[in-house]
């Protein structure tokens, strides 16, 4: 699966707990960005939510970052 850097840095921000509000202003992006992002992850993994999509993510780690190097 291919992901943006930006798209990892959500995915790692929201896998530590933070919130879409916490994950903008730590990158200087608006909220509604960020909200973006979450839902074009959301296709990409099919997960319905946040929570799901962390889980789903934790799981391919490995796969992600042999495809990100």
């Known amino acids: 699966m291919n992901l943006t850097k930006e798209e990892i840095v959500v995915l790692n921000g929201l896998s530590a707990g933070q919130s879409n509000a ?3 202003n730590n990158l ?3 909220e509604r ?3 973006r992002i979450v839902k074009k992850l959301n296709r990409k993994f099919e997960a319905k939510n946040s929570k799901e999509l962390c889980y789903k993510y934790g799981k391919n780690i490995d796969i992600i970052e042999k495809n990100t190097k």
Request: hydrophobic share 35%.
């Open 22 to 24: 916490e994950i903008a």
């Open 28 to 30: 200087n992006y608006t």
């Open 33 to 35: 960005h960020i909200s």
